[in-house]
């Protein structure tokens, strides 16, 4: 079944089925918007008790999708001594960067230098630190936030495939998140430079961010620009997925630990301590 499914998604055309996703969740046409919501929430069992606003309220399935959550909602843990989950999701993969390599799954890897379209010297600043993959399920709130205090220096939007993000595609696909369609989105801060990279997927209608607004998807060339701001707060929203995908966290060495009992599978909320500031 598994490899059926991979299959498919290499047959599938990828980009055109993303298009016309788009379409349809951007759509205000209430015969359109409104059974994909109510369905929506009824498929996935989605907690609308945490969503800022009632169900009629979001003109779009997207704005739906994107939903903010009642204040309070994810409080944050010590920002003086821990790093943040940068949002709702499971964690796939969690561990140390060794030799410029990420644990993809079992028996895969991918390199930082990959994964980041920069060259050897620049991906070689995150040997030895670390890394965590979260993946956000339909479910889950998809807004994602800063996991420790930055100020943004570099985007790059890469373009690529979009292979679907789940367990199943991770073991199945050599290098899933270095050919996947991502932003890489590098900052300075207290923890020296880190990266929050925001991959897409099958079906993801597109990427936005705080600072730019949505990003121009299914592109044909790598577009990299530098900034000298904004600076963030650890917790502070950074971008928003529309319709799911996973992020990717990086980390110079000798700046974070991960926390024990943190692991492959585990389910992580927004603004719970994920690491110790070293």
Same mark, same amino acid.
């Given at each position: 079944?598994?490899?059926?499914?991979?299959?498919?998604?290499?047959?599938?055309?990828?980009?055109?089925?993303?298009?016309?996703?788009?379409?349809?969740?951007?759509?205000?046409?209430?015969?359109?918007?409104?059974?994909?919501?109510?369905?929506?929430?009824?498929?996935?069992?989605?907690?609308?008790?945490?969503?800022?606003?009632?169900?009629?309220?979001?003109?779009?399935?997207?704005?739906?999708?994107?939903?903010?959550?009642?204040?309070?909602?994810?409080?944050?843990?010590?920002?003086?001594?821990?790093?943040?989950?940068?949002?709702?999701?499971?964690?796939?993969?969690?561990?140390?960067?060794?030799?410029?390599?990420?644990?993809?799954?079992?028996?895969?890897?991918?390199?930082?230098?990959?994964?980041?379209?920069?060259?050897?010297?620049?991906?070689?600043?995150?040997?030895?630190?670390?890394?965590?993959?979260?993946?956000?399920?339909?479910?889950?709130?998809?807004?994602?936030?800063?996991?420790?205090?930055? $100020?943004?220096?570099?985007?790059?939007?890469?373009?690529?495939?979009?292979?679907?993000?789940?367990?199943?595609?991770?073991?199945?696909?050599?290098?899933?998140?270095?050919?996947?369609?991502?932003?890489?989105?590098?900052?300075?801060?207290?923890?020296?430079?880190?990266?929050?990279?925001?991959?897409?997927?099958?079906?993801?209608?597109?990427?936005? $961010?705080?600072?730019?607004?949505?990003?121009?998807?299914?592109?044909?060339?790598?577009?990299?620009?530098?900034?000298?701001?904004?600076?963030?707060?650890?917790?502070?929203?950074?971008?928003?997925?529309?319709?799911?995908? $996973?992020?990717?966290?990086?980390?110079?060495?000798?700046?974070?630990?991960?926390?024990?009992?943190?692991?492959?599978?585990? $389910?992580?909320?927004?603004?719970?301590?994920?690491?110790?500031?070293?």
């Amino acid at each position: 079944m598994s490899s059926a499914f991979i299959r498919l998604q290499h047959l599938a055309p990828q980009h055109a089925l993303s298009k016309l996703a788009g379409r349809f969740a951007d759509s205000t046409t209430p015969w359109i918007r409104d059974p994909l919501i109510r369905r929506f929430i009824a498929a996935y069992d989605v907690d609308m008790s945490e969503a800022a606003e009632p169900v009629e309220a979001y003109p779009t399935f997207n704005t739906f999708f994107t939903r903010a959550l009642k204040p309070g909602a994810r409080p944050l843990a010590d920002t003086e001594r821990f790093v943040l989950s940068p949002a709702d999701g499971a964690v796939s993969q969690i561990g140390e960067i060794a030799d410029g390599r990420i644990v993809q799954a079992k028996g895969r890897d991918y390199s930082v230098a990959e994964l980041l379209a920069v060259d050897a010297g620049d991906a070689h600043r995150f040997d030895g630190g670390r890394f965590v993959t979260i993946y956000l399920s339909p479910k889950d709130y998809h807004r994602v936030h800063m996991p420790a205090a930055g $100020t943004l220096r570099q985007t790059r939007y890469v373009p690529g495939d979009l292979f679907s993000v789940n367990g199943v595609t991770a073991e199945g696909v050599e290098r899933l998140f270095a050919r996947n369609e991502r932003l890489a989105c590098l900052f300075d801060g207290e923890l020296g430079r880190f990266a929050s990279v925001m991959v897409g997927a099958m079906i993801v209608a597109g990427i936005e $961010t705080v600072w730019s607004g949505r990003v121009k998807p299914h592109g044909r060339v790598i577009e990299s620009r530098d900034f000298t701001g904004p600076r963030f707060a650890a917790g502070d929203e950074m971008g928003r997925f529309y319709l799911g995908s $996973t992020v990717v966290l990086l980390f110079e060495p000798g700046n974070v630990e991960w926390i024990e009992g943190i692991g492959a599978g585990s $389910t992580v909320r927004m603004g719970q301590a994920l690491g110790r500031r070293l």
